[in-house]
T-cell receptor
Framework: ETGVTQTPRHLVMGMTNKKSLKCEQH?????MYWYKQSAKKPLELMFV???????ENNSVPSRFSPECPNSSHLFLHLHTLQPEDSALYLC???????????FGPGTRLTVT | GQQLNQSPQSMFIQEGEDVSMNCTSS?????WLWYKQDPGEGPVLLIA?????ELTSNGRLTAQFGITRKDSFLNISASIPSDVGIYFC???????????FGKGTRLSVIA
């Protein structure tokens, strides 16, 4: 049973839509992460939050906008996405930065 | 940047066989992690290794943190069909630097 949950599990959106992905961790961790996983590519780190402050932003396009209102919740707001943004978006948390990470089940995003 | 070389890329084995996969790097890591990912799911942490030379087991899985701190291996004994999936190694360098992932080993088990 995972301590990290993600909703929705599947999302299909048009290029002009605005949607949000939600992640919640029940582990009491202080750091949370967004990753993108595309077919046949390694995991790509998108954003890192530590104690609700964004500490890393790996050159992610501005059409992806993260939000961390508290240490248990992380959102990824999506707008005007492109078909190449279709991927599995994974949330993870860790006790603090520099510790092992625990992943959620992911949101399978399809942009049409 | 730091990279992990994970091998093999894929394996086809008979049920009951033992499996071995490894990760190597030119850089030192302070922690080695092994994850398994099933299709359409997130990676699940299998084993975490924190000290050079450490050997840790989790059921039929055994992993070791290489003595040079630049490699790690994962063994699965007596494989079963539910072992099918993609296995990732990941390394944590020192400090607050991000996890570095290998490209994964895709394991197929033939009954």
């Amino acid at each position: 049973e995972t301590g990290v949950t993600q909703t929705p599990r599947h999302l299909v959106m048009g290029m002009t839509n605005k949607k949000s992905l939600k992640c919640e961790q029940h582990l009491g961790h202080n750091a949370m992460y967004w990753y993108k996983q595309s077919a046949k590519k390694p995991l790509e780190l998108m954003f890192v939050y530590s104690l609700e402050e964004r500490v890393e932003n790996n050159s992610v396009p501005s059409r992806f906008s993260p939000e961390c209102p508290n240490s248990s919740h992380l959102f990824l707001h999506l707008h005007t996405l492109q078909p190449e943004d279709s991927a599995l978006y994974l949330c993870a948390s860790s006790p603090n930065r520099g510790y092992e990470q625990y992943f959620g089940p992911g949101t399978r995003l399809t942009v049409t | 940047g730091q990279q992990l070389n994970q091998s093999p890329q894929s394996m086809f084995i008979q049920e009951g066989e033992d499996v071995s996969m490894n990760c190597t790097s030119s850089s030192i890591f302070n922690t080695w992690l092994w994850y398994k990912q099933d299709p359409g799911e997130g990676p699940v942490l299998l084993i975490a290794l924190y000290k050079a030379g450490e050997l840790t087991s989790n059921g039929r899985l055994t992993a070791q943190f290489g003595i040079t701190r630049k490699d790690s291996f994962l063994n699965i004994s007596a494989s079963i069909p539910s072992d099918v999936g993609i296995y990732f190694c990941a390394g944590l360098p020192s400090g607050n630097t991000p996890l570095v992932f290998g490209k994964g080993t895709r394991l197929s088990v033939i009954a």
